[in-house]
T-cell receptor, first 115, second 113 residues
């Protein structure tokens, strides 16, 4: 089954404790992206990647890191989480067609709480 | 600055009536436009897209959207609403020759039985 998986689905942590949220897709998509969803703010793009070893900042990259060492994986790293990073996080992937990025396939989400 | 606006936080429609969820955008060039739906405790699902061609595009679950270049709008429509259409709807834009994606803040659609 074609899918985007994220782990963990739920995470409660404390300020300053480094954490990684994994994202993996099995559709051989070039494009992968991370978003955070907050009430009243919709989805905001954190980072995206056009292909292996190519990453770019979205609208809210501060406090986050990403890496794209393999095509299928795109982990999100919070080196020193803070309470304002409490949010619902989504990973997404998309094929890169001739005209550019097309519709995205989303993972189930990771609900992160930073105390 | 490039942006997407969904002017209504919530839309209430009686079952069987037509529905419209509004989206306007402000980006340069000819963007790609998308609608996604989010059901409770689920990820987003793609509904439909406009890239080029016919201004009226049809998508999943009987939804359609009308692209209006002069008004920079991409409103989501359905002729007859179902209770099961109740969800959170997001409009998204991929600016021309850009790899960023800009989402609107979302509109919660309530279909009243």
């Amino acid at each position: 089954e074609a899918q985007v998986t994220q782990n963990p689905r739920y995470l409660i942590t404390v300020t300053g404790k480094k954490l990684t949220v994994t994202c993996s897709q099995n559709m051989n998509h070039e494009y992968m992206s991370w978003y955070r969803q907050d009430p009243g703010l919709g989805l905001r793009q954190i980072y995206y990647s056009m292909n292996v070893e190519v990453t770019d900042k979205g609208d809210v990259p501060e406090g986050y890191k990403v890496s794209r060492k393999e095509k299928r994986n795109f982990p999100l790293i919070l080196e020193s989480p803070s309470p304002n990073q409490t949010s619902l996080y989504f990973c997404a992937s998309s094929p890169r067609l001739a005209g550019g990025i097309n519709e995205q396939f989303f993972g189930p989400g990771t609900r992160l709480t930073v105390l | 600055a490039q942006s997407v606006a969904q002017p209504e936080d919530q839309v209430n429609v009686a079952e069987g009536n037509p529905l419209t969820v509004k989206c306007t955008y402000s980006v340069s060039g000819n963007p790609y436009l998308f609608w996604y739906v989010q059901y409770p405790n689920r990820g987003l699902q793609f509904l439909l897209k406009y890239i080029t061609g016919d201004n009226l595009v049809k998508g999943s679950y009987g939804f359609e959207a009308e692209f209006n270049k002069s008004q920079t709008s991409f409103h989501l429509k359905k002729p007859s609403a179902l209770v099961s259409d109740s969800a959170l709807y997001f409009c998204a834009v991929r600016p021309y020759r850009d790899d960023k994606i800009i989402f609107g803040k979302g509109t919660r659609l309530h279909i009243l039985p």
